[in-house]
């Protein structure tokens, strides 16, 4: 297995990036985004394996104010899941010499893969959306009041910050400040929805703090030739930390599936 890391730098904001290539890898690279609160570090030990179970290359980077990249301004405009999937991400293939991707996206990095798949860029060949949002839900509000909460008083930055840095705010404040406001309300993708032309793995827990099953059977409904569901028991909103190697075979198996 070969590790790489480093940065890209997209429209001169600089990115860190790291790449795991198994011995004998096929054509194809699964490109992890993270989650609102996430970054390079926080996947773990999850991409090498996911490279070592699939067989592909996996690449995971982190967003401009997450982990080791460039901060961002604050407040984060609030299309900005669009401008990630529309504008960056397409750079971010382009840098990394990626042809054929499989983009697998955590919350609101699944939304960003739903964004991206949605602009029919010829190199993106399927997605797999983990505890996606396509709609805002007062489960999802609830969980992000209470997160602010544990934020400014019980320890949640300090803790944060082992993984983001001098980046904690940006990471934070970007994420809860666009979620809790009220021109954010009526977001939806249904558009996004509506251009969807290649396959989707869906994958929840069932004790999803963030989400209902609504989300996915919105996303099922739409794309009703297109899609798999799987709602995970036993799991809450990181079906990869959570129930790692039923997550594992899952997106193994889609991937045998496809090609």
Not at 53 to 68: D, E, N, P, Q
Not at 75 to 96: C, I, N, Q, S, Y
Not at 136 to 163: D, F, N, P, Q
Not at 173 to 185: N, Y
Request: charged share 20%; with cysteine; aromatic share 8%.
């Amino acid at each position: 297995m070969q590790q790489s890391s480093g940065f890209f730098n997209i429209d001169g904001v600089s990115l860190e990036y790291q790449l795991f290539k198994p011995a004998q890898s096929l054509d194809l690279t699964l490109v992890l985004l993270h989650e609102g609160l996430g970054c390079v570090a926080m996947w773990k030990d999850f991409p090498q394996q996911l490279a070592r179970k699939t067989g592909c290359r996996v690449l995971t980077y982190s967003r401009s104010g997450y982990g080791g990249s460039d901060p961002c301004a604050l407040p984060r405009p609030l299309l900005f899941m669009h401008d990630e999937g529309l504008r960056v991400l397409p750079k971010v293939l382009t840098a990394a010499n990626i042809k054929n991707a499989i983009l697998v996206g955590h919350s609101d990095g699944a939304s960003i893969a739903l964004i991206g798949a949605g602009g029919r860029d010829e190199r993106i060949l399927g997605v797999v959306l983990m505890a996606p949002h396509v709609f805002v839900e007062e489960l999802t509000l609830t969980s992000i009041h209470a997160a602010t909460t544990t934020y400014r008083s019980s320890g949640l930055r300090e803790r944060l910050a082992r993984y983001h840095g001098d980046n904690v705010d940006c990471a934070f404040l970007g994420w809860s400040q666009v979620w809790l406001d009220q021109d954010f309300q009526d977001w939806t993708l249904d558009a996004e929805l509506a251009k969807i032309e290649v396959p989707v793995l869906l994958l929840q827990g069932e004790q999803d703090n963030y989400g209902t099953i609504r989300q996915l059977e919105t996303i099922a409904g739409q794309l009703t030739d297109l899609t798999e569901t799987i709602f995970l028991p036993d799991c809450g909103h990181s079906v990869f930390r959570d129930q790692p190697t039923v997550t594992l075979h899952a997106i193994t198996d889609f991937l045998q599936r496809l090609y």
